[in-house]
Structure formats: structure tokens, C-alpha cells
């Protein structure tokens, strides 16, 4: 890239403060623009980087930093992506409908709902405004509650701190899939200049009745405790919203002894004591568990910021991890899948189907089979996961991916819920509880019944994106034949349904993919072991874990980036 400030760049940028509404914005990119133009190579890269093309609105909506230009999130990325969602709205038939529009607690989130429920009212639809920072499966519930067209939250879920994002839900509060993607993406790129674009007052607010059903939709996921059997819950919102409904919501489903890590309880978009606001994170959940160990908690509850995925952490008594470990997605989609169809009423769910994702864990398909259900693996995405089966999802009663994400009331949230996860995850603490059993006693049971499953990742970043296309193309030509010393019983190219690959012998199985958004090469790995009557799960476990250990190192060498 040239370090010298071009004429078309410095003419694209002047162009772009003269239609930016807001004036913080414009000063942002005038002071780019302005050491550009004294010749300071950073800035020249900074100005072409902003300049450099609009974000991408894809099935998820748009995410990407906070900073003037159209390559980054600003009041007029906001304001012209807001004015194309109503001119798709339009013209497929719900002029004139009620769009939902909710926000989290990053910074500008609420200025920036604010403008695109103003756009919306322009336009001649009926909004409704969050009163305030809200999770977003609450959007997602009010879409479906209030049989609104369509919904907007904004967040940038458990993105870094410097972004922000869009995301939609279409009728039914399911997220858009392609080519809805591509015609709100054309629709977008012909609104007119920010400026010129109306936004009038007349948005109202949320009625009160969304949240508080929300609230007890939740609630009613979980049986009345039994007697003598309370469950102390340690909870973090890492510096998100979901906090007080999340407490809200277990303290009405019974659970009222609810612990919440004090230096995350408060919304905090600068997400002052995490580096990543992600409880994937190493080190993410690190207060979560002290606080958990601290007070004898049964049960540890980890929500990302926007409160849509959830962690679970339980007392496992290894003293390397001073006695508390967090679940994998895979683990945590197995207990809670297991547990929805054990106590799911066959009259009103007579057909149930459950689903995960083509780089999970197979675990949840040996349990739907055990309890007579079906099952369906979709590409990787909740806009898929909730759209199983005939592509309609008819019949979902529970869904997860392994970054933890699960859908645990598809009929009232067609998303993933991390606060009524955490409501069921506390169900089955209790029931298990009552019995004299512990979740470690339900992994077991699991094991001993469908197999020992051991999952894990393998993430190649990259600072070259060329690599990564190079790398398919040269996996897809010179696949590996063996892993671990076996021979393959499958390689199958996941095209043209998704850019993937498919390894497998007897015991392994690896998935090899381009991340969807962001720069990484990334390999879903899975050791599973048989598990014999009177087998040792702990020596299994090890030996899996020692498998899986080879399996990321031998993958490394073949993926070799």
C-alpha cells in the first residue's frame, strides 16, 4: 500500500465528513485526513483502511470498529444500513409493520438505536424503542411476542471493545439468511446521503409486558425446586447487560441465592477486567470461579456481554483447578439437549427434533436416538440451527453450537438464549441435587451410555488472507490418508454446502473451515472412545485428552500455515 495520500482518497474522505451527521465523526476523520495530507504514512494507512470499502452486511448483520468511515461502525453506517433494512422491508411486504429495536451496553449502542428507530419512523413503520440496554434474546422474544416484521438489536455481542455491530431478525425473530443478506446489502448501498435521510421523533417505547415475559417465559423453563434442595448460583455478566434479568429470571424460577461477581456486575462497554469479553476466553471466567469456590456454590454461570451465550462451570474437586472447571459448549449442548428431551411433554412435542452443528460434538445424536427424537446437524450458525430439519425447523425443541451457544425454548426465543440456558442449566443442578447426584454423575451416565466424546479447536491466524483459500485448495487436493496411525474411513469436500473438509478414522474426526469472520483457518477436532461396562472414565478421559493433544499437533503439521 502507497504511503502517499492519493487525490481519489483525499476526494473520498472530504466527501465523507460532508454527508457525516455527526460531529464527533466528522472531527475523527478531519483529523485523519489532515496529518494524511501532511504526509504521515500511518495516517495515509489509517484514512485508506477506513476508505477502503463499506462493512459487509452478511447473515449476521454488521460488526466492525467504532470509528468514522465506511469501513467501521458510525452514525451514518448505522443510519443508511437502517434506511436499506426498511427499503428491503418494503418492498417484500411489510410496509407499514412493527419493527422491534433493541440495544446492548456498548458504547453508542443507544445513540445508535436511537437513529435507526428514527430512520424506521420515517419510512412509515411502527418502532419500538428498548427502554434501556437489554439482552438480545429479549429483541429476539419481542419479535415473535409482538408478531413484529422485523428487529434490530444493536451489539457486537463478545466482540473487543472497539466494536460495535447490527444484527437483524426477520418475522419470527429468526435471523436472515442469504440471499436476504445480499438484497438488504444492494438496498443499503442505494440509500441516499446520511444528511438527506429523514428522522423524525414518534418511536415509542417497549410495553413493559415484553420484558416481564420474557422474564417469566424464562422462569417457567425450570420445575419447582423440591424441598430442601436450594441451588446457590455464582453468576458473572462479564460487564454486559444481562445481569439483572438474569437474576431477575432465576429468582422467579425459585433460584433466589444468586451470587454475581461485583467488579462485572455493571455494564461497562470499555470491559475494564477482561482483555476479551468472551468466556471462551482463557482466563475470562477466572473471577467467575473464585467467587463460586469462595461461596460453595453448586453451579457457576458465565454470560458474554449480550447475554445470548452462555457458560457453565461446576465443582469438579481436581485441585489443579482449585476444585471448579468450566464445561465445554459440547459438554454443556449435550447435559441441557439430554435434559430437555428427559422431561419434554410428548403431547404438546410429539415429532421433537433436536440439532447442532457440523463442527460439534455427534454426542447429541446418540442421545436423540436414545429418546426416540431426531436429530440434524446444520452448517455452523443459528440462522441454520433453527431453520433444522425441513429447513422450516418444525418440531425444534433444543439446539446448540460448541461456542456456546444454545437455544433452549425455540418456541418463544429462535435464537440462542444464554439467560434461559442458565434458568435450565439451574433446573438440572436441582434435579440432580434432589437425586444425590452431581452434573460430573450426569457426564458419566452420558458417557457410559452413548461413548466418551472429547472436542476441541485448532485456530491458524493469519496475517496474509490469500493463505487461507490456499491452504482449501491445497488440503482439498493433497488430503492427509491417515490420522494418529489410522487410516481415514472418510474425506468428504463439504462443497458446494459450505467451504469445509471432513476427516475421519474410527475414533477421530477432524472439520477443517475458513472462520467467517475473522482471519483464521479453523479445525474442529473429536476423539471419541467407547466406553466399556466397569471401564475407568477417569483413565479414559486422560488417555482421550492425550489423544486429542497428538491430534491437534499432528493437524497443525498438516494444515501448515
Same mark, same amino acid.
Given at each position: ?122 419510512? *412509515?413503520?411502527? =418502532?419500538?424503542? !428498548?427502554?434501556? /440496554? ?7 422474544? %419481542? #419479535?415473535? $411476542? +409482538? &408478531? ?79 424441598? *430442601?434442595?436450594? =441451588?446457590?448460583? !455464582?453468576?458473572? /455478566? ?7 434479568? %438474569? #437474576?431477575? $429470571? +432465576? &429468582? ?310
Amino acid at each position: 500500500m502507497s504511503d502517499r495520500l492519493t487525490p481519489d482518497l483525499r476526494d473520498a474522505a472530504m466527501r465523507w465528513i460532508a454527508d457525516d451527521p455527526a460531529a464527533d465523526d466528522r472531527a475523527e476523520l478531519q483529523r485523519v485526513l489532515a496529518q494524511a495530507m501532511a504526509g504521515t504514512p500511518e495516517a495515509v494507512t489509517d484514512l485508506a483502511d477506513r476508505m477502503a470499502a463499506p462493512l459487509t452486511f452478511g447473515t449476521a448483520g454488521l460488526r466492525g470498529p467504532l470509528r468514522a468511515g465506511p469501513n467501521g461502525m458510525n452514525l451514518t453506517v448505522v443510519r443508511r444500513a437502517a434506511h436499506g433494512i426498511g427499503t428491503f422491508l418494503r418492498a417484500t411486504g411489510d410496509a407499514g409493520g412493527t419493527v422491534v429495536v433493541g440495544y446492548d451496553g456498548r458504547r453508542r449502542s443507544a445513540e445508535f438505536a436511537t437513529d435507526a428507530a428514527a430512520v424506521l419512523v420515517g419510512q *412509515g413503520f411502527s =418502532v419500538l424503542l !428498548a427502554p434501556g /440496554p437489554l439482552p438480545t434474546p429479549v429483541t429476539a422474544f %419481542a #419479535v415473535r $411476542a +409482538l &408478531h413484529a416484521c422485523a428487529g434490530l438489536q444493536v451489539t457486537a455481542s463478545h466482540n473487543p471493545p472497539q466494536d460495535n455491530g447490527l444484527k437483524v431478525y426477520l418475522r419470527g425473530g429468526t435471523q436472515l439468511i442469504s440471499p436476504q443478506d445480499a438484497q438488504i446489502e444492494r438496498a443499503i448501498a442505494a440509500a441516499p446521503a446520511a444528511r438527506s435521510i429523514d428522522v423524525p421523533s414518534g418511536a415509542t417505547t417497549w410495553p413493559e409486558e415484553i420484558v416481564t415475559g420474557y422474564l417469566d417465559r424464562a422462569a417457567s423453563l425450570a420445575r419447582p425446586l423440591p424441598a *430442601g434442595t436450594p =441451588v446457590r448460583v !455464582a453468576l458473572t /455478566p462479564m460487564h454486559g447487560v444481562g445481569g439483572e434479568i %438474569a #437474576v431477575k $429470571a +432465576l &429468582h422467579l424460577a425459585g433460584f433466589t441465592d444468586v451470587h454475581v461477581v461485583a467488579e462485572q456486575a455493571v455494564p461497562d462497554g470499555g470491559f475494564p477486567t477482561v482483555p476479551f469479553p468472551n468466556p471462551e476466553e482463557p482466563g475470562a471466567t477466572d473471577l467467575l470461579l473464585a467467587l463460586a469456590a469462595r461461596t460453595g456454590a453448586a453451579v457457576a454461570v458465565a454470560l458474554d456481554p449480550d447475554a445470548d451465550r452462555c457458560a457453565i462451570g461446576i465443582p469438579d474437586g481436581h485441585p489443579d483447578s482449585d476444585g471448579w472447571r468450566m464445561l465445554t459448549g459440547d459438554e454443556t449442548g449435550a447435559l441441557l439437549g439430554d435434559h430437555v428431551l428427559r422431561q419434554l411433554d410428548r403431547t404438546a412435542h410429539p415429532d421433537p427434533l433436536v440439532a447442532t452443528t457440523i463442527v460439534s460434538a455427534e454426542q447429541l445424536a446418540a442421545i436423540a436416538e436414545a429418546h426416540g427424537a431426531r436429530y440434524d446437524e446444520t452448517l455452523t450458525g443459528f440462522k441454520w440451527i433453527v431453520r433444522a430439519g425441513d429447513g422450516s425447523g418444525t418440531g425444534l425443541v433444543f439446539g446448540y453450537e460448541e461456542a456456546l451457544g444454545l437455544c433452549v425454548d425455540p418456541d418463544h426465543v429462535r435464537d440462542k438464549d444464554g439467560i434461559s440456558a442458565a434458568v435450565l442449566a439451574c433446573d438440572l443442578v436441582a434435579e440432580l441435587s434432589a437425586a444425590g447426584h452431581t452434573v460430573s454423575d450426569r457426564l458419566d451416565e452420558l458417557a457410559r451410555a452413548h461413548g466418551l466424546f472429547v472436542t476441541g479447536q485448532l485456530s491458524v491466524r493469519v496475517s496474509d488472507l490469500t493463505l487461507i483459500p490456499a491452504a482449501m485448495r491445497r488440503l482439498r487436493a493433497h488430503p492427509p490418508t491417515t490420522l494418529l496411525g489410522a487410516a481415514l474411513t472418510e474425506s468428504t469436500d463439504l462443497l458446494p454446502r459450505t467451504d469445509g473438509l471432513r476427516w475421519r478414522t474410527d475414533r477421530v474426526r477432524v472439520v477443517v473451515r475458513p472462520s467467517g469472520t475473522e482471519p483464521k483457518l479453523k479445525c474442529y477436532l473429536q476423539v471419541r472412545a467407547p466406553v466399556g461396562e466397569g471401564a475407568n472414565l477417569g483413565e479414559l478421559r486422560a488417555d482421550a485428552a492425550a489423544e486429542l493433544a497428538r491430534l491437534r499437533d499432528e493437524v497443525a503439521a498438516i494444515i501448515g500455515l
